[in-house]
């Protein structure tokens, strides 16, 4: 996703299969997620990335922003997997402006 999701939340529960980014409200994110929140549980048993909000958060096309969010979910990975209670990995590797601020 590279747009804004603003105000909103998800309480579904997640699972996927190998090399997948999942997260409780949005697989990926290049733009801004803000006042939003996840309590579903996210599963994987493969090789995944996987967050609790958010599977992957980067800075490349845009600013990728998580601001006021939080998940209260259980969140399981694979062996080799990347995984978090709010976002599976969080990537500057472009040296951008990608930035979590009051999250939990």
């Not at 500057?92 to 999250?103: C, H, I, M, N, V």
């Amino acid at each position: 996703n590279n747009g804004t999701i603003t105000n909103s939340y998800s309480a579904s529960n997640v699972s996927g299969c190998a090399q997948a980014e999942l997260g409780g409200l949005a697989g990926d994110q290049f733009g801004t997620i803000a006042s939003s929140f996840a309590t579903g549980n996210v599963a994987d048993s493969e090789t995944s990335v996987v967050g609790g909000l958010v599977g992957a958060v980067a800075d490349s096309p845009g600013a990728g922003q998580v601001v006021d969010c939080y998940a209260s979910g259980s969140v399981m990975g694979g062996s080799s997997s990347y995984v978090g209670g709010l976002v599976g990995i969080y990537s500057t590797e472009t040296g951008g402006t990608a930035t979590l601020t009051s999250s939990y």
